[in-house]
């Protein structure tokens, strides 16, 4: 069993996605202990997820407007609090699309992280059931990935 804290590897620049599951606040809570611990950056991102069956909202430019506003709002308080826990450098991005396939396609490069850190669970709905985004992210991604559970 690998122990993270004797761990050679040294990220300087952590991704982490958060949305309001268990698993992906507990994701959270351990970037910001690893970033710390590395003096690394960290990146918080949180998907507009869309999906085939709404696209009828999909194409309502208010809605995807408010949703951005919405999300935007609340990755702030996840940057307000990792700043408030000793993260020095704390940047936030906020994609629209399939959550997988958006941070391993767009996010990551964006970034230009070194680690990604995801919980293992879906928030709720129909992904839950047909397939994790974190078991696509941990296949197709170009950097190491850490998926935890709570």
């Known amino acids: 069993m690998l122990n ?6 040294e990220f300087k ?3 982490v996605g ?3 599951s268990a698993d992906a606040q507990y994701a959270f809570e351990q970037a910001i202990q690893r970033a710390k611990e590395n003096n690394a950056d960290l990146i918080i991102t949180n998907i507009i997820e869309r999906r085939d069956n ?9 809605f995807l407007h408010k949703n951005h506003a919405n999300l935007e709002e609340e990755i702030n308080d996840y940057r307000d609090q990792a700043l408030a826990d000793g993260v020095k450098n704390v940047e936030t991005i906020v994609a629209q699309g399939n959550v997988g396939e958006t ?3 767009k996010v990551i490069p964006k970034s230009n992280a070194d680690l990604l850190i995801v919980g293992s669970l879906d928030k709720t709905g129909v992904s839950k059931f047909f397939g994790s985004q974190a078991a696509y992210m941990a296949k197709y ?3 190491s990935v850490m998926v935890l559970r709570k």
Do not use: C, M, Q
């Open 4 to 9: 993270l804290k004797e761990s050679p590897a």
């Open 13 to 15: 620049r952590i991704l």
């Open 18 to 20: 958060v949305d309001p």
């Open 54 to 62: 709404n696209k009828s909202l999909i194409l309502n430019k208010d």
């Open 103 to 105: 941070i391993v396609g």
């Open 141 to 143: 991604a170009p950097i």
